[in-house]
């Protein structure tokens, strides 16, 4: 396969091409792609050098797919100059998540509903791509009836200014200020901008792509989010009722068999899942589960995850190792 990076020389694009190099696909050529800016920018991928070039240049290249992680204005504009070439676009941004006739996809949940029509490829937000990772199989038991979930967000969810940020603090140096506050030994309980209802754009991504993710229209979510001074992942912490009454043991062999999740829940060994211990993994990690005693038929637990890897660049990587099995056969 000849692949595409659009945002080849930033935070997620560079973490798309460590996965690629990691995944075992046959790529035959990589072409990355970025602003005119960093048009002439050598990047390093399996052993070869690539020259980046721009928008315009990567669709007359023509590769077989393109992974899209530059800002939902760039993937407005050219996604769909990349699909009207023939190019199938896998997009990181929120541009396009909640678009009607685009698919929303968590490849071990829904990625059998691709076919060869779907040009453009929506990627969760890295939030909602954790939680469904472990709802989805509980609400096929159970039956999900309400979730509340609070997110403890890392630092490299904003990007590489915010880390310069947080680092600059914790150097004593004068930081460009990304967050109105500083980060370092501080939690700031906004995520992405306000909207008017009072929630932030980041806790209506966390509503909504669940639902459309888990096929739920009308399930009940509500979301808080914070931006942590952590660097290695995200974390929640969820409180799900169902329609049906659970069991503990049950719930917990439910997660254990869950591709992709890995159950941490020991409290006699001090084992529960943490950013710190996720770093770098592209597994989701689930732990502390235990029943709420305030309402019927709910459950606590904490979901950690990284959110560069399985939050976007290996979820991305994963519905390209889909196409290339299942639809650009």
Not at 196 to 203: A, H, I, R, S, W
Not at 230 to 254: A, K
Not at 279 to 292: A, M, Q, S, Y
Request: with cysteine; net charge negative.
């Amino acid at each position: 396969m000849r692949i595409a990076i659009v945002g080849a020389t930033g935070l997620v694009g560079r973490k798309m091409l460590e996965v690629l190099d990691e995944s075992g696909l046959n790529i035959s050529e990589l072409i990355p792609v970025a602003s005119e800016k960093s048009k002439g920018t050598l990047i390093q991928f399996q052993g070869k050098e690539y020259v980046v070039c721009t928008l315009a240049e990567g669709i007359l290249a023509k590769p077989d797919v393109a992974l899209f992680s530059a800002g939902g204005s760039i993937s407005l504009e050219w996604a769909p100059k990349f699909a009207e070439a023939g190019i199938p676009v896998i997009d990181n941004s929120s541009a396009w998540r909640m678009h009607e006739d685009i698919k929303l996809v968590v490849p071990e949940i829904n990625a059998n509903q691709l076919t060869t029509d779907d040009k453009i490829i929506a990627n969760p937000n890295c939030s909602t791509i954790q939680l469904v990772m472990v709802l989805n199989p509980l609400h096929k038991k159970y039956g999900l009836k309400r979730v509340v979930v609070s997110t403890y967000q890392s630092i490299t969810g904003t990007g590489a200014k915010a880390v310069a940020q947080f680092e600059a603090e914790r150097n004593g140096t004068t930081p460009e200020m990304v967050y109105h506050y500083p980060i370092d030994k501080n939690c700031i309980p906004q995520c992405d901008s306000f909207t008017d209802n009072g929630y932030t754009k980041e806790e209506l991504k966390v509503v909504n792509e669940t639902r459309k993710i888990l096929g739920i229209p009308d399930l009940r979510v509500t979301a808080t989010a914070v931006r942590v001074p952590v660097v290695g992942g995200h974390s929640e912490s969820v409180n799900l009722e169902f329609d049906n009454d659970f069991d503990l043991e049950e719930v917990r062999t439910i997660l254990s068999n869950t591709k992709g999740v890995i159950l941490q829940d020991d409290p006699e060994t001090f084992s529960y899942p943490m950013p710190l211990l996720a770093h770098n993994k592209d597994e989701v990690f689930v732990g502390r589960i235990r029943r709420d005693f305030s309402n019927p038929n709910s459950l606590n637990l904490w979901i950690v995850a990284d959110n560069l890897r399985k939050g976007a660049a290996t979820n991305a990587v994963q519905i390209l190792e889909y196409l290339q099995e299942s639809i650009l056969v």
